[in-house]
């Protein structure tokens, strides 16, 4: 049986890594709006390379769509990336669980370890 020190470590990775699972989804309509403005922005795009404007109306035609296009990623990004980087916190904290619980009991396989964590977390 694993002490309770890293049963307790494990069902606070998953708790904390289920949450921001659960943040990440909530945001899922907001990112397929911006799916949708980032194909009207692509069409945009497509529309001003087609057109009949000269080389230089179209390059800042371009240059505007691609700055609201950056924009766009970058507010995605800042919305996702907290969540993103504590969830690669957590695999690096699973992973120095895993080697903590395997120096502590060598003979335990990953299936057991899981298995013991897993059966607390549905208690």
């Keep these: ?15 904390i890594y289920i949450q921001n699972l659960k943040e990440i989804l909530k945001l ?9 403005d980032f194909d ?6 497509e529309n001003v390379v ?8 179209k390059s800042l035609e371009l240059d505007t ?3 609201e296009l950056d ?12 969540h993103y980087d504590k969830i690669e916190e957590l695999k690096k904290d699973s992973d120095k669980l895993y080697l903590a619980i395997k120096e502590k009991y ?3 396989t990953a299936k057991e370890i899981e ?7 549905e208690e």
């Design 40 to 45: 009207k922005i692509r069409e945009q795009m």
């Design 71 to 82: 924009k766009e990623i970058r507010n995605i990004q800042s919305t996702i990336k907290p």
């Design 106 to 108: 060598p003979n335990i």
């Design 65 to 67: 769509r691609l700055l």
């Design 1 to 15: 049986m694993i002490s309770e020190q890293y049963i307790q470590e494990g069902l606070r990775i998953r708790r």
């Design 28 to 36: 899922e309509p907001d990112i397929i709006k911006r799916k949708k």
């Design 50 to 57: 087609n057109s009949d404007l000269n080389e230089i109306r």
């Design 115 to 121: 298995k013991q964590i897993m059966s607390r977390a």
